[in-house]
């Protein structure tokens, strides 16, 4: 196994474990901050690891621009001491006084959230406007994902302008993200992410003209973290996430990233021996994301030849010619294939430096809610 990820106590360390590498961490905030030209460019995206502890990592780093999907990371977010809280959700429904509630609590942060639709806006307006308190709203920007957003166009300016006469928002600015854009190769994913983000640029140009004040730009996730850093300008910014820990998904699919290094591993330990050519392990699916397909969820690490035969909520079943290498109680590792979901299963990580467990860190906000 590679060195830097040895730890020396592993019998201080319940399993399955999620363990979260201090220093490959800091690395890869680094990494990001070169990649984006800078960190007044960078808005991370806190959903990958959903702990205070990174977000004051990227703050020392200079990042003091985040980004979120819920009200419990926009919470985590702002009590960590961001000032600058982008939730970048379209928030419909009583989630809406809940962003008032957010922007009266901590005077000190800016919240901004994403609309794509009039009824939308309208909600956001009435629940910001009758608790007294005011939001920056982000258009959200449909560049070919159709999960959320609305295309460039008329309709678009339409709804910006909506944004700009209702009381207790203000206009702040274009989102774009490009989930869609998972091409190996780095040329090809700038290639289909280029025509949409000249049309974004023809729609900011359009609302500038009509006098409405596009302040930001909060362009892509980690596929496609490459392109837009080449986009030039004050107001782009870069809203990354899974880079600052990795996973084997993203490491092995774009190459073009790998100076950002897996930052998070599972700790996992042998349970029984059930064949002569089975080995099983207590990592089941409610300690490693599901999403991806049985059998892709998860690398194992230095375990010789194998096959995933069955994966239960706590079991991990596998074959292997050399099963006999193995006893109850051995301890393994496995990268996950999706870190984000991964997080999001564990209450706490174990937080490794220098080859030992030096801290406990909570995954405060896996809750849905914290104080609001
Ligand atoms: C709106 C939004 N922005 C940014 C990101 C970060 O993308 P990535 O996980 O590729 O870094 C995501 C990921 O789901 C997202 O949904």
Redesign the pocket.
């Known amino acids: 196994m590679d060195p830097r990820y040895a730890i020396r106590d592993t019998g201080s360390i319940f399993s399955p474990a999620l363990i979260f590498y201090k220093d490959i961490i800091r690395h890869n905030i680094r990494r990001m901050v070169e990649r984006a030209g800078g960190p007044s460019r960078l808005r991370p ?1 806190c ?2 690891h959903k702990t205070r502890e990174i977000v004051r990592l990227q703050l020392d780093a200079g990042v003091t621009k985040h ?1 979120c ?1 819920t009200i419990a990371e926009a919470e985590m977010l702002a009590d960590a001491g961001v000032t600058d809280v982008l939730v ?2 379209p928030l419909v429904g009583p989630n809406c006084g809940r962003l008032a509630r957010l922007v009266h609590k901590f005077p000190r942060t800016s919240f901004a959230a994403l609309a794509d639709h009039a009824v939308g806006i309208r909600q956001l307006s009435e629940a910001l406007a009758s608790a007294g308190q005011r939001a920056a709203i982000l258009l959200d920007i449909d560049v070919g994902q159709h999960r959320t957003g609305i295309a460039p166009g008329d309709a678009a300016v339409a709804l910006y302008e909506q944004i700009a006469r209702s009381p207790g928002l203000t206009p702040g600015g274009l ?1 774009v ?1 490009d ?1 869609h854009n998972h091409q190996e190769s780095v040329a090809e994913r700038a290639a289909a992410a280029r025509p949409f983000l000249d049309q974004v640029m023809t729609l900011r140009d359009m609302l500038t003209k009509k006098g409405l004040p596009v302040p930001r730009l ?1 362009l ?4 496609t ?1 490459p392109v837009y850093a080449d986009v030039p300008g004050a107001n782009i910014e870069l ?5 600052v820990l990795n996973d084997h998904g ?1 490491g092995t699919k774009f190459r073009d990233l790998n100076d950002m290094q897996p930052a998070a591993l599972l700790l996992t330990r042998v349970i029984s021996r059930p064949t002569p050519t089975r080995v099983t392990f207590d990592l089941g699916y409610k300690a490693v994301a599901s999403d991806p397909p049985a059998g892709k969820r998860l690398v194992l690490w230095d375990v010789p030849a194998h096959e995933t035969v069955l994966q239960n909520e706590e079991h991990l079943v596998i074959e292997c010619a050399e099963a006999e290498r193995f006893q109850p109680g051995d301890v393994a590792f496995a990268l996950p294939t999706h870190i ?1 979901p991964t997080s999001a299963l564990h209450k706490q990580v174990y937080v490794v430096e220098n080859g030992r467990v030096a801290e406990m860190w909570d995954v405060i906000a896996r809750d849905r809610m914290l104080t609001i």
Request: proline content about 9%; aromatic content about 18%; hydrophobic content about 15%.
């Open positions: 995206h959903k990958t980004k999907a970048a959700y989102h993200y989930g909060v892509g996730g980690t596929p973290f809203s990354p996430g899974t880079c993203y984000c």
